[in-house]
């Protein structure tokens, strides 16, 4: 199937705020620049609003419906292998590098590693909730239910995440809170016109602005850390995916645009790779004695982004690393 160029720049770009937000998100939980709190919460705040939805639609945006058991069974072994395995070599690295150096905000023990099957590590829970939203819909779609009743049941499923009136598993509560993202993602591929509609980009700007003024002013204390979604953060959220996606899709591509476009094309490698990375590099920054926080958070920005396209170089040169980043395309890339 032939790449969608503006996709790919949407990945490129959404990827690596979602570098920086993490780079942010690191160095603001250390408690050492607190003088620089007001720029960290607001851009946190932001980035952290509209790149989790974005990236969710994203996928729903290339999910190809399925007609049948056959087909949807084939398709979920597929996501099984290629979300599966890097989850779990990911999971293990991640807590091996915490283990190796303490000096982390949230320490995972080995013993975590146990339940990964119902409890994600720290960023990977995208992988995870990801996989089940695909085993979600899928079952939807060989239903034949309407494209307009199954985001009426994903929205209805939103409310009871948001609601927390029933403590659910954390694979029903991820599910039920983003497969909306997901969908909305697909029905703006199904009705690709939408993305051409400027009163629709009007509407969305004015709920996003209107969104994140609710999210500042009631969302409390940690209104910025908003990874997950919340009754104060979820118009902002839903809002941001036809208005990022507008934008995305009107971009003209220069040379900055291509290198995001290339970029775009190993987001999940880039993903993978990119907290570890980050993690390490700040650390290592800080015991050498490195004060400046704009030095800090620009070294460690480049660093973490460097060593994930390293890695990409890598993968596209040693066919076996796709065993770890991309598994099932190994058989493929082997017989080259």
């Excluded at 290339?262 to 050498?288: E, N, T």
């Amino acid at each position: 199937m032939k790449r969608i160029a503006w996709l790919d720049l949407a990945k490129g770009i959404t990827i690596f705020f979602v570098v920086l937000v993490h780079v942010l998100e690191g160095i603001y939980k250390t408690g050492q620049y607190r003088q620089f709190n007001f720029f960290a919460e607001a851009t946190m705040g932001i980035l952290f609003t509209f790149v989790m939805p974005v990236f969710f639609a994203l996928s729903g945006f290339v999910y190809k419906p399925v007609s049948g058991c056959k087909e949807l069974l084939a398709g979920l072994k597929k996501k099984i292998i290629s979300l599966g395995v890097p989850y779990i070599i990911f999971s293990v690295i991640y807590v091996m590098l915490q283990q190796l150096g303490t000096d982390v905000h949230h320490l995972n023990s080995w013993q975590d590693l146990a339940h990964i099957g119902v409890l994600p590590i720290g960023y990977l829970w995208y992988l995870y909730v990801l996989f089940f939203v695909f085993v979600l819909v899928g079952l939807l779609s060989i239903l034949n239910i309407s494209p307009i009743l199954q985001l009426t049941i994903y929205l209805l499923l939103l409310v009871l995440s948001l609601s927390q009136t029933i403590h659910l598993p954390y694979i029903l509560q991820g599910v039920c809170m983003w497969t909306s993202s997901f969908y909305i993602g697909y029905l703006l591929k199904k009705k690709s016109l939408m993305l051409h509609d400027r009163l629709l980009f009007i509407m969305s700007v004015a709920l996003f602005a209107l969104g994140c003024i609710v999210q500042a002013n009631f969302g409390g204390s940690t209104w910025f850390v908003t990874d997950m979604m919340t009754p104060t953060d979820v118009l902002a959220k839903l809002s941001s995916i036809p208005l990022f996606l507008y934008l995305f899709s009107h971009i003209k591509l220069g040379s900055v645009g291509n290198y995001f476009t290339d970029c775009g094309r190993y987001s999940l490698i880039i993903y993978l790779v990119h907290a570890p990375a980050a993690s390490v590099i700040r650390i290592v920054l800080q015991k050498l004695g490195l004060e400046s926080y704009v030095l800090l958070v620009f070294l460690t920005l480049i660093s973490a982004w460097c060593i994930s396209l390293l890695v990409v170089r890598l993968v596209q040169n040693i066919p076996w690393l796709s065993l770890v980043f991309n598994p099932y395309q190994y058989p493929h890339r082997k017989q080259k």
